[in-house]
């Protein structure tokens, strides 16, 4: 019953009646019934509320009531425009609309007193007292973004631990102390760096040294609140400092490192300011923790998605799905947080199921300029950190000129991130002490911030004054803190030159022990990689078999009953159920699966049903999971991201060797969205970092007719990158290839990534299947000979067209052609290919492509087979992949196909 129903008696009824029966129930409640009794209870009730209302008009104060409890919600809302939080400058002016007047108030209202005051816990206090508690919570060195916040509980937390304290903590003496001792050595392990090696890059952190003890307490608090582990993503601006402050990287490797003396000629490596690292420590508390710095190219804001990744995978596999054990921390520049789509991307992702890693802490080194950039130049929002209006994240914008709300405002930071799983972003608003770099002379482009900045103490002295005033410290005490560490940094140095340390190498540690390097003899032919028959029979019973209770649809029945027919009868597979055999031996034998990408449970071209929807709740079923108790897959549809969603991926790999896990395009071209994740981490990451990745990659690719955007996965683009056995680069044509490529991701004990161009059409091909026996036996061919060695013509190619040109054969019954495929075309197997030279010595040898000839793989083959006097048969150069008519497209096909068939002499 609603209430209108509920009290229908009362508009039956005539007034006078109801008055009546009033009187009645206030001689004596029992002489009406029990249904006016609770009808005059509620009136008497909403009468009372009326008459205690402060904001009763009756009362006489209302609307004054009503104007300072407005005036409390607006400083919430809005007191961060005018927080006094740029250390350097004034801020820009923005119309915060707090003055008195605003709210119909005055100076003359200041000593009256008001019962709103009791919302920020002073009841009866003077407007003049509740305006000091507002503009010290929110209007002094930290300004705070909340009140957007939908849930209530975070709005009602946050302003319980802000206002009763003016947003000021009550840091015990040890502890402020504590906090400049970390910027003496933030501040002074600068100074050392810039006298002692002029002029050398190292994107120093002066202007905001207040990071090192905002971190360290983060660490301390995370501890405390379960964290055991934390991993931190960070640009190049104050990374060494990082490195030896909170990493306890040593001071003689960082020195070792400006020297150059100590380089392994074996490795490429990077400059110093993108090295990543991995420390124990154990907190003053005593609880350990483990903290990872991950390496990062110079392409800013790239390496979170590879942050949350790592983090992913950690909680996962190390920690039970808890996600309050893992802390992601990321520090940004305020130019490429504002600029970088790929962080709109990670905020879309934070919350979605199979990729959230329960809320990051975002820092923002905010000084103001990118490069040369002012803030005025780099972004339209108000701050560098609106993004966080995305997700309903609070945000602090914290003056870094006062250590202590730079500690206070991180450590709310993690504890509301602890409490609620989410987002969280602290603006550290600084300086930059010197230009982009040590040697770039800001006063170019910024003479009057400059000058400023020239003029400005650093913020160890501010600090240490303040520490005097308030008798925490002697200027002696101080002095000799300082004095201490620039010896420690000049012994430490003297030792460096003196004994010349190596870098330590981490690269197999944790998770990577017993795994090695891969040296050139493991590409001249793969491992063995079958599977046994008595495994497979279980799988593919598993693969097509559903619960009584499960209501599949029809398609799926049939899907599964044509699986069935395929195994048992033809003794056969496809495309798509060597995949599902793949992953499901690898489970069996205790390996997980991860597959991610744009609709990969169903898979764009419907051939993987992964994951079954019950056609009456939608509730799914996912076949592989019944296989083992202890490895399982996880198969997402990401959002439509492909930069962000390859990151975590390439993250997810780094901590999860031993999984196998796989990024999916929808078609392959879409990879290029992720063209930094390939070029900058995948390609490239042992060499640069040691960071081994088996991230394998599905790139949907081959010509049939479907114009510009849907025919080419650019592989010629991979093949480019491949250098020094850093990654595969497979187009595979049969079933029993991919299984064995897949397992071979896993089976081999080092680890490159895979690159698979993988197919649309062949999914359903009548050719493109594999005895199931395959399976059970050998290993990934990266070379596929059909020929006989009395054949005049070889016709090499890789991919689908193998199989245009084998039905031309077959239809025109062609004698003297031999085909031969390259399935894997890095590493290419030198060995197979001299075999092959020989076999056919005599023969004429033509390189067959669909793709223009700028394009696809003929530029590696000429390049890696030089010696073959090869023709080239394939579509002529183009600037587009391919063209749009289908009947263009046809034709160009067929005489691609003719071409290479005819005229064997
Ligand atoms: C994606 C990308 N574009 C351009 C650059 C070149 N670059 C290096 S630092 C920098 C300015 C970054 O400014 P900000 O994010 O504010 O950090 P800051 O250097 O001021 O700490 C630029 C443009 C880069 N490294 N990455």
């Not at 499901?584 to 034998?589: A, P």
């Not at 390189?847 to 002529?876: C, F, K, T």
Request: aromatic share 10%.
């Amino acid at each position: 019953m609603n209430n209108m129903e509920k009290y229908t008696y009362v508009s039956n009824s005539n007034p006078a009646y109801i008055e009546d029966l009033y009187e009645k129930y206030q001689q004596d409640p029992e002489s009406v019934e029990q249904k006016w009794c609770t009808f005059f209870e509620g009136f008497d009730f909403s009468e009372d509320v009326k008459k205690n209302n402060p904001f009763n008009k009756a009362n006489g104060v209302s609307n004054k009531e009503i104007a300072v409890s407005k005036l409390i919600d607006a400083y919430r809302t809005r007191g961060h425009l005018i927080s006094k939080t740029n250390p350097i400058r004034d801020r820009r002016s923005h119309k915060a609309d707090l003055s008195l007047s605003y709210f119909n108030l005055s100076d003359s209202d200041l000593k009256s007193t008001y019962q709103a005051g009791a919302e920020i816990g002073l009841p009866n206090a003077s407007l003049e007292q509740i305006l000091g508690r507002l503009r010290d919570t929110y209007c002094s060195s930290i300004g705070v973004e909340f009140m957007y916040c939908q849930n209530e509980k975070l709005r009602e937390w946050m302003v319980a631990k802000m206002e009763p304290m003016a947003n000021r903590p009550n840091y015990s003496k040890d502890k402020q102390l504590q906090i400049l001792g970390l910027i003496n050595k933030a501040v002074n392990f600068e100074n050392f760096l810039q006298t002692k090696f002029v002029g050398k890059k190292r994107f120093s952190l002066e202007g905001i040294e207040a990071l090192i003890p905002s971190l360290d307490f983060a660490i301390q608090l995370g501890a405390e609140q379960g964290v055991k582990e934390c991993v931190l993503g960070m640009a190049h601006r104050g990374r060494l400092n990082v490195l030896v402050n909170v990493f306890q990287k040593t001071y003689e490797n960082v020195f070792s490192e400006f020297e150059e003396s100590n380089f392994n000629s074996d490795w490429s490596g990077d400059v110093k300011y993108h090295l990543g690292r991995s420390s124990d420590i154990t907190t003053k508390n005593g609880h350990d923790v483990h903290l990872s710095l991950v390496p990062n190219p110079s392409h800013l804001e790239a390496v979170n998605p590879v942050v949350t990744g790592i983090c992913y995978s950690k909680i996962k596999h190390l920690y039970k799905n808890d996600m309050k054990t893992v802390l992601p921390i990321m520090i940004h520049g305020d130019a490429a947080f504002s600029g970088q789509g790929v962080n709109y991307e990670l905020s879309n992702m934070s919350q979605l199921d199979g990729y959230q890693v329960g809320g990051a802490i975002h820092i923002v080194l905010n000084n103001q300029v990118g490069f040369t950039a002012n803030y005025q130049e780099t972004r339209s929002s108000i701050y560098c950190t609106d993004l966080a209006k995305v997700t309903e994240s609070p945000v602090f914008h914290v003056n870094a000129d006062d250590p202590i709300a730079v500690v206070h405002a991180v450590e709310m930071a993690v504890e509301i991130r602890q409490i609620f799983g989410i987002d969280v972003f602290v603006d550290i608003l600084g300086y930059r002490r010197y230009g982009h770099n040590e040697g770039d002379e800001p006063r170019f482009t910024q003479p009057m911030l400059y000058k400023s900045i020239a003029k400005h103490d650093d913020v160890f002295k501010l600090f240490r004054d303040q520490l005097v005033t308030h008798g925490v410290i002697s200027e002696k005490e101080s002095n000799a803190m300082v004095k201490e560490f620039k010896q420690t940094l000049q012994e430490k140095l003297d030792d460096t030159r003196s004994k010349k340390p190596i870098i330590e190498l981490d690269m197999f540690k944790r998770k990577w022990v017993g795994f090695r390097t891969a040296t050139s003899k493991d590409f001249e032919a793969s491992i063995d990689t079958s599977c046994s028959k008595k495994n497979i029979d279980t799988i593919a019973k598993q693969l097509t078999n559903f619960p009584k209770a499960f209501n599949a649809f029809k398609k799926t029945e049939k899907l599964f009953a044509t699986r069935d027919a395929m195994i048992k009868t033809d003794k056969k597979v496809d495309w798509g159920l060597a995949e599902q055999l793949a992953f499901g031996s690898l489970i069996v034998e205790g390996h997980n699966v991860r597959l991610s990408g744009q609709d990969c449970q169903r898979g764009t071209f419907s051939h993987r049903h992964c994951v079954l929807k019950d056609e009456q709740n939608e509730s799914h079923f996912i076949p592989l999971n019944e296989l083992s108790k202890t490895a399982g897959i996880e198969v997402l549809n990401s959002h439509l991201s492909e930069y962000c969603v390859m990151g975590f991926e390439y993250g997810y790999s780094l901590a999860s060797p031993n999984d196998l896990t796989i990024w999916e395009a929808q078609f392959g071209d879409f990879s290029n969205g992720a063209q930094i994740i390939i070029d900058q981490f995948l390609s490239s990451s042992e060499k640069k970092w040691q960071r081994m990745s088996g991230l394998t990659l599905f790139l949907p690719h081959g010509y049939e007719g479907q114009g510009p955007e849907h025919s080419s996965a650019r592989f010629e683009r991979y093949l480019q990158l491949c250098a020094e056995n850093n990654m595969y680069v497979v187009n595979a044509t049969t079933p029993a290839n991919l299984f064995h490529v897949l397992r071979r991701q896993i089976k081999n004990d080092f680890r490159i990534p895979l690159v698979m161009m993988s197919p649309k059409s062949l999914l359903r091909h009548p050719k493109v299947v594999s005895n199931i026996s395959e399976l059970y036996k050998g290993q990934f061919q990266e070379v596929i000979d059909g020929g006989q060695a009395n054949a005049k013509r070889v016709l090499c190619c890789t991919g689908k067209v193998h199989y245009d040109l084998l039905e031309e054969i077959e239809t025109k019954k062609i004698k003297g052609i031999a085909l031969v495929r390259f399935e894997q075309l890095y590493p290419l197997p030198k060995k197979q290919i001299e075999k092959l030279k020989k076999k056919y010595e005599k023969a004429e040898w033509v390189w067959v492509q669909e793709e223009p000839e700028n394009m696809g793989a003929w530029a590696h083959v000429i390049r890696h087979m030089p010696d073959i006097n090869w023709r080239y048969v394939g579509r002529l150069e183009s600037a587009s992949p391919a063209v749009g008519s289908s009947k263009i497209h046809a034709k160009q096909q067929a005489d691609i196909v003719q071409s290479a068939c005819s005229n064997i002499k």
